[in-house]
């Protein structure tokens, strides 16, 4: 069904999901009838062992995920998010590749309908990465739930992985941890792949872009068979927007009693200086790309690109133009050695090439020849105003003002959501007067079904509520499927 049309008998989706990342994927894997069940006794935490044996036989999506969770620790603020990959992954944090603790089993008669909406193929955003950069994120934890990564692979021969620096020999150090990092391009292809592998590829809408998104009440139900009586729902969604099929464009309106947000961080962040928009200005890495791609070798007397930003985009944007032989000027707002920045964050064994971009912040990266004449750091020094001659003025933290002449310049300042589809929705954030940001307001959610404290039958998951990593992102399938199966029983 590509268009929406007036039908008594027309019975809206339980869900849609907006946006198709590894998140929504998984969701939809469990939505499709696929049960997880604790395997007993295979957890090395005894505690949450005790705890999941207390009732044999029940699965997850019948369990009590807040009794479940509690007393959990890790690297996300969602206690479900750390429960989900603590099954998933035992002991991932330690660097072990242990197996995972659940079993899955098909179950036709939990299945509830739904449609996920992208508008690109399955994978979302990795789609629009640049194909040969390694994955922050080790291969293990980017696996989904029903589709074993290495066993992907290895039916893709021709996909060979590259090894982040010789210290790691198949992606085993000498300690035993895994430590395989793929390509983008790697994940990007098993997460479009991953659809088919499962078989859930009827619930996908591909190439279909949400224009817009709003609560219906009751009375406006008029070209579905609602279930609005119900005195738990208050009508249902209307989602809007234009499908490309077959190289046709159709416009389609559906509706769906749960909507779920799971559209990731996609709108490149501003300085909101002077001159931002100016035609030799970047903001996103696959423009960058096609830019280095496209210019021919650099003459020795080039002016250096400005690269903003202490981020890992920015990393790889520092490291593409000197393998260009562009001369990088590099301004961060905060000192080299701050532990916030992520290049002090990550070990060197296995992410060689960002350890390399934090010594060269630090001024400890040398050549045969003495300091790199091809890479310069101005560390606590904001971009304030570029012109139109190419020449930026940049600001010391002292207050000192000096100008230097680029040939580009490249702000990776990070990302942000586009939730403009959203009308007549309250503020979403836990800071409710502020634009949603996964870092500085994140959509307030209940944290065991991630659903929306402000907006009843709307749930977030992924980045939208800080959860950045694809392995803690996949926890809110749990939470809301949980929620979902025993609200319909």
Same mark, same amino acid.
């Given at each position: ?16 999901? $907006? ?8 969701? @939809? ?12 006794? %295979? ?35 969602? =206690? ?77 021969? @021709? ?16 300690? #035993? ?22 078989? $859930? ?33 208050? #009508? ?31 709108? =490149? ?5 002077? #001159? ?58 905060? %000192? ?5 920045? $992520? ?44 012109? !139109? ?13 000096? !100008? ?51 907006? =009843? #039958?709307?749930?977030?998951?992924? =980045? ?21 199966? !025993?609200?319909?029983?």
């Amino acid at each position: 069904m590509s268009l929406f049309s007036s039908d008594e008998d027309y019975e809206p989706f339980e869900v849609v999901v $907006i946006g198709n990342g590894p998140n929504a994927l998984s969701l @939809s894997f469990i939505l499709c009838g696929n049960v997880p069940y604790y395997i007993p006794r %295979q957890h090395p935490n005894a505690i949450l062992d005790q705890k999941l044996c207390e009732d044999r036989g029940k699965s997850l999506l019948d369990s009590d995920l807040e009794y479940l969770s509690e007393g959990l620790e890790g690297r996300s603020f969602n =206690p479900v998010a750390l429960l989900f990959d603590q099954l998933l992954r035992p002991n991932a944090d330690l660097g072990k590749d242990q197996a995972s603790c659940l079993k899955w089993h098909y179950n036709g008669s939990r299945a509830m309908k739904h449609l996920v909406l992208g508008s690109g193929p399955p994978g979302g955003c990795w789609h629009n990465m640049e194909g040969s950069q390694l994955t922050l994120s080790l291969n293990n934890w980017l696996e989904l739930p029903g589709c074993n990564f290495q066993d992907w692979l290895r039916a893709h021969r @021709s996909l060979t992985v590259r090894k982040p620096c010789n210290l790691v020999t198949n992606g085993v150090k000498s300690d #035993g941890y895994n430590y395989d990092r793929a390509t983008t391009s790697h994940i990007a292809q098993y997460y479009k792949d991953f659809v088919t592998n499962t078989n $859930i590829t009827s619930n996908f809408w591909n190439d279909a872009k949400v224009v817009s998104v709003k609560r219906l009440l009751q009375g406006d139900c008029t070209d579905c068979r609602c279930r609005a009586a119900d005195s738990q729902r208050d #009508g249902c969604w209307e989602i809007r927007g234009v499908r490309t099929y077959a190289g046709i464009h159709e416009m389609f309106v559906v509706h769906a009693y749960n909507v779920v947000l799971a559209t990731g961080n996609r709108v =490149p962040k501003v300085l909101g200086i002077s #001159g931002e928009n100016l035609p030799f200005v970047y903001h996103k890495m696959d423009a960058i790309a096609r830019y280095l791609n496209e210019l021919a070798d650099p003459p020795l007397s080039m002016d250096p690109c400005l690269v903003v930003g202490a981020g890992l985009s920015a990393a790889d944007c520092v490291l593409a133009a000197r393998n260009k032989g562009i001369p990088v000027i590099h301004t961060v707002r905060r %000192q080299a050695n701050d532990s916030k920045i $992520i290049y002090n964050q990550l070990p060197g064994v296995v992410y060689p090439e960002y350890y390399k971009v934090g010594q060269m912040l630090k001024g400890e990266m040398t050549t045969a020849y003495g300091k790199d004449s091809m890479y310069t750091a101005y560390t606590k020094t904001s971009l304030v105003e570029i012109r !139109k001659d190419k020449e930026c003025v940049l600001k010391k933290s002292d207050g000192t003002l000096f !100008k230097q002449k680029v040939s580009s310049v490249f702000i990776l300042v990070g990302a942000k959501p586009d939730l403009s589809f959203l009308h007549g929705v309250k503020r979403l954030g836990v800071k409710g007067l502020k634009p949603v940001d996964s870092k500085e307001n994140p959509i307030d959610i209940n944290p065991f079904t991630y659903e929306s404290v402000k907006e =009843p #039958g709307l749930f977030a998951i992924g =980045p939208l509520i800080g959860d950045n990593f694809v392995r803690f992102g996949i926890g809110g399938a749990l939470g809301i499927a949980n929620h979902l199966m !025993k609200e319909n029983e």
